[in-house]
């Protein structure tokens, strides 16, 4: 009987799916193809693995058996990389980590380029999205490590990493006032709608953007005032692109830094905080 490990590996994952188009799409092979493996598994084993059920497949009783003896196999199988790891002294895992782009262009890709060069087997993901999905990423162990602005609606730890001013700033050229906001629920857009409403500009109708990226552009091309961190403004603002406005109201400054859960702190997310505070090994 000839065994081929990754036939084994194709049944593992229709079992575990329970269903052949979802196990196709999983592994990216064809569903006659992966038909064709059951099948060829089944004639060599001289055992019928499936049957067909309302919502796909089922494992029969010896299919079961074979399956849980295939699923010891494997996790035996994916414990190999971190026995390799730990002889080299080599920290593994995964690390996601949250963050606006701009904020991680200035926070944390060196530290990244760093990390990734001492622990090279660590996969890293750097996600991008709306900050409450990613907040509720972090509290639920999807993310590891959200880098935004301290938010007084995060109840978990904090290591700040950069402090900035916020500003004002449009056109110099702009003809006509309209007011560019950062999304719902971010510090920012709470901060301009406290100057709305403090000077009563209700009238001012508004635009919404998902990031400072797009607002700086929009503000760059005479659409109107944008509230924005300063190091991202201060480049145009010396080009003449742009000009800073309602300077008389005092605004907060901006502390943006990583959040952390401690509760789910794995040793990949331990070893690269001392990264970003420049604490390597």
């Known amino acids: 009987m000839d065994f081929n490990l990754n036939n084994y590996r194709i049944f593992y994952e229709v079992a575990k799916c329970k269903n052949i188009t979802k196990a196709s799409n999983n592994l990216y092979i064809s569903q006659p193809a992966i038909s064709q493996v059951i ?6 084993l001289g055992c019928i693995l499936f049957v067909r059920s309302k919502r796909g497949v089922e494992l029969t009783t010896m299919g079961q058996k074979i399956y ?3 699923e010891s196999s494997l996790n035996g199988l994916n414990i190999i990389p971190e026995l390799i790891s730990k002889e080299k002294g080599l920290l593994i895992g995964e690390l996601n980590i949250g963050s606006a782009s ?9 530290a990244i380029s760093k990390f990734t060069k001492d622990h090279p087997v660590i996969d890293i993901s ?24 301290k938010n007084k609606e995060i109840n978990l730890p904090f290591l700040p990493l950069l402090s900035t001013n916020y500003l004002f700033v449009r056109d110099k050229d702009c003809s006509q006032e309209k007011f560019i906001l950062i999304s719902e629920g971010s510090y920012t857009n709470s901060i301009f709608k406290n100057f709305i409403e403090e000077n009563n500009l209700y009238h ?21 005032t944008t509230l924005i961190p300063e190091y991202l403004a201060s480049d145009e603002i010396k080009k003449g692109n742009l000009q800073q406005v309602y300077t008389s109201y005092k605004l907060p400054s901006v ?7 401690n509760s789910l702190l794995t040793p990949a997310t331990n070893e690269f905080l001392k990264y970003l505070t420049h604490k390597e090994k």
Do not use: W
């Not at 750097?126 to 602005?149: H, R, S, V, Y």
């Open 126 to 149: 750097l996600k991008e999205m709306a900050l409450p999905k990613m907040i509720d990423m972090l509290n639920n162990g999807t993310l590891q490590i959200l880098i935004t602005q």
């Open 68 to 70: 849980n003896q295939v």
């Open 255 to 261: 502390i943006f830094g990583a959040y952390y859960n």
């Open 204 to 224: 001012i109708s508004t635009i919404e953007v998902a990031g400072y990226n797009t607002a700086l552009e929009l503000a760059k091309l005479g659409v109107g």
């Open 102 to 110: 701009n904020i991680a262009r200035k926070t944390i890709c060196k």
């Open 39 to 44: 099948k060829k598994l089944e004639d060599d």
